[in-house]
């Protein structure tokens, strides 16, 4: 790996990146800002996708194609669908499926894509194994590895959350895993989606989400500093 993508949906989720960058030279397509530069003492790209899976899905063939990226990481918030993850606790992609991948009326069961017979896509072994590592380092107990769902849709209620966990097995819910997961799969380049929790994606998701994002999304921050530090 010598050129990593580093994808947030928000600003918040991107501004410490960019802050600690160095050296950075800014290009726009599709409406996209990517910016190259130094991080941690390694090249890196650093983009704000914008949110849901269409825009994370063209940063990411951006990325890889203009930009020539070798690894994607991607960085930001999700709400917990799992009971024991609390906020700010950390998910790890082991890997990533769209959860609004509903083809049930033609017999394919629920996040399968037809006829492509696949629903969830692998996340890089060792980028997993660096991203828990760090984690466990500087979130010890708060950390689990576990299948990102993603959707066009922002979770907000009990019952959706209870079907995401125990029909689906998602440790937590976002709008763009699954997207970046997809095409890095499509174009065989190693990804890993590391979330923080900034909701439990129930009736108080909305309020949460408001007060915690920051708070989330320097705990996702501070393990991709460690992670692209040990890369
Ligand atoms: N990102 C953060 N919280 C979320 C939620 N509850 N649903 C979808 N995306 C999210």
Redesign the pocket.
């Known amino acids: 790996i010598n050129k990593i993508g580093l994808i947030g949906a928000m600003n918040e989720e991107i501004e410490l990146l960019i802050q600690a960058m160095t050296g950075v030279k800014e290009t726009k397509k599709a409406g996209i800002t990517y910016r190259e530069g130094l991080f941690q003492g390694k090249e890196v790209v650093v983009c704000r996708s914008g949110v849901g899976k269409v825009n994370a899905a063209v940063c990411t063939q951006i990325l890889i194609d203009q930009f020539g990226v070798n690894a994607v990481l991607f960085t930001g918030?999700?709400?917990a669908l799992d009971p024991e993850l609390n906020i700010g606790d950390i998910v790890i992609s082991t890997a990533c499926m769209q959860h609004d991948m509903d083809v049930r009326a033609l017999g394919f069961p629920r996040g399968v894509i037809p006829y492509e017979e696949v629903s969830t896509f692998a996340a890089d072994p060792e980028l997993i194994k660096l991203a828990d590592a760090a984690s466990r380092e500087l979130f010890d107990g708060r950390t689990k590895q576990g299948l990102v769902l993603s959707g066009d849709?922002?979770?907000?209620s009990r019952e959706l959350v209870a079907e995401l966990f125990h029909d689906l097995g998602g440790s937590c819910?976002?709008?763009e895993g699954a997207a970046v997961a997809q095409v890095c799969s499509m174009n065989s380049v190693p990804f890993v989606v590391i979330r923080s929790m900034?909701?439990k994606?129930d009736g108080s998701?909305h309020v949460n989400?408001a007060e915690f994002t920051k708070q989330a999304s320097e705990n996702s921050h501070r393990i991709i500093e460690h992670m692209v530090r040990s890369i």
Do not use: I, N, P, R
Not at 153 to 156: H, P, R, T, Y
């Open positions: 918030v999700a709400g849709q922002f979770v907000a819910t976002e709008m900034s909701d994606a998701a989400f």
